[in-house]
């Protein structure tokens, strides 16, 4: 039986993650900054800002016997890079290095039990800019360079790692965003299903499957269209 832990689990994405492991039998941390803002009865809560090596410390010994770290949680500041140096950097905090120390903090556990997964919820935005989300794209990209690194490096003790990657979801986050929206709870089955399947890299909706192809080709036609759009 998987025992999860899933940060940013308090609301969107997160929850749905840690709703629907329940669901499937598993045992749950559901993890956030304020435990009092998590609704999931089955969970075990956790207190945890993942900004906190001390906090990220006191959930890994806490949560000693996971197999599969969920590393959900995110922010959104709307910073740009040439804007302001404090959202880039709240960004990156949360984005990269946050879900770097978890797995940093998290890798011992999962090697004493046998291996498991890691599962790292990143964005289309790995893959191309857009106005008003320059430093989202950036600790997204990292994000997303992060789990193909950390793929190689805990291969050794049989830890698989993969990377989500989506378009808009109908969150708290995208809720002041036009556009098509995936239902969180679709990007939630999607992710755990692919990680049943042990597959490296969730691409959730067609939007994401577009940039990604386009990664093949000249920049400047991607640009083009996404600006004429």
Known sequence: MTTALVTGANRGIGRHLASQLLERGATVYA??????????PGATPVALDVTDPAAVRAAAELAGDVDLLVNNAGISTGAELLGDLDGVRAALDVNFWGTLEMVRAFA?????????????????????????????????????????????????????????????ADTDMASGIDGPKTDPAEVARRTLDAVEAGDLEVVVDDWSALVKASLAEDPRAFYERFLAA
């Open 31 to 40: 993890a956030a900054r304020r435990p009092e803002t998590l609704d999931l």
């Open 108 to 168: 011992p556990v999962l090697r004493a039990n046998g291996g498991g997964a890691v599962v790292n919820v990143a964005s289309a935005l790995s893959w191309f800019a857009a106005p008003g989300a320059g430093a989202y794209a950036v600790s997204k990209a990292a994000n997303w360079a992060m789990s193909n690194a950390l793929r190689l490096e805990l291969a050794g003790q049989g830890t698989r790692v993969t990377s989500v990657h989506l378009g808009l």
